[in-house]
T-cell receptor
Framework: KNEVEQSPQNLTAQEGEFITINCSYSVGISALHWLQQHPGGGIVSLFMLSSGKKKHGRLIATINIQEKHSSLHITASHPRDSAVYICAAVFGNEKLTFGTGTRLTIIP | DAGITQSPRHKVTETGTPVTLRCHQTENHRYMYWYRQDPGHGLRLIHYSYGVKDTDKGEVSDGYSVSRSKTEDFLLTLESATSSQTSVYFC??????????????FGPGTRLTVT
């Protein structure tokens, strides 16, 4: 069965801390997406990756195909990073299977 | 934002009434999707479309139907709304990123409450 699991479900940290959100999936995938959703807001695509590592500003996404695992890192976290972060896997077609999300709260 | 709009943005309706949600895109994308988002479940695919008049079911399609008579519009219909269909509904499109990978872009969402 195609499954995606995220951890932790909730994460609270102080401003400036290094943040890691994890995503694991059950079988081989063709791509993995990281998405961001602010409270009451829409869903924004942060990264799509199929191997290695991508960086955009203070956000870094990595994927380990052999271990079926991806991580999203935020360096020098800021209160505006507070949001729900969602990973989603593509299991062989263009349809996404989503994790349940990680709610991140950054305290000033 | 890939030019995706949804209407209405908020709706309250009574059990048993029909409801239609509209997704409109301006960039002529072939693939369109309807998801629902519920606490504890994440986003789940209801139906998707790979072209005009070409649609298929997702994992939670019971109680929903879709139509796509024009490239730009993808309609989601609840034939007889039930309280279990209270949710936030998102439309999305796939857009080619690079040579062969697709990114999904989401509409702003429609909050539907069935009383």
């Amino acid at each position: 069965k195609n499954e995606v699991e995220q951890s932790p479900q909730n994460l609270t940290a102080q401003e400036g801390e290094f943040i890691t959100i994890n995503c694991s999936y059950s079988v081989g995938i063709s791509a993995l997406h990281w998405l961001q959703q602010h409270p009451g807001g829409g869903i924004v695509s942060l990264f799509m990756l199929s191997s290695g590592k991508k960086k955009h500003g203070r956000l870094i996404a990595t994927i380990n195909i052999q271990e079926k695992h991806s991580s999203l890192h935020i360096t020098a976290s800021h209160p505006r990073d507070s949001a729900v972060y969602i990973c989603a896997a593509v299991f062989g077609n263009e349809k996404l299977t989503f994790g349940t999300g990680t709610r991140l709260t950054i305290i000033p | 934002d890939a030019g995706i709009t949804q209407s209405p943005r908020h709706k309250v309706t009574e059990t048993g009434t029909p409801v239609t949600l509209r997704c409109h895109q301006t960039e002529n994308h072939r693939y369109m999707y309807w998801y629902r988002q519920d606490p504890g479940h994440g986003l789940r695919l209801i139906h998707y479309s790979y072209g005009v008049k070409d649609t298929d079911k997702g994992e939670v399609s019971d109680g929903y139907s879709v139509s796509r008579s024009k490239t730009e519009d993808f309609l989601l219909t609840l034939e007889s709304a039930t309280s279990s269909q209270t949710s936030v509904y998102f439309c999305a499109i796939s857009r080619l990123a690079g040579t062969k990978a697709y990114e999904q872009y989401f509409g702003p969402g429609t909050r539907l409450t069935v009383t």
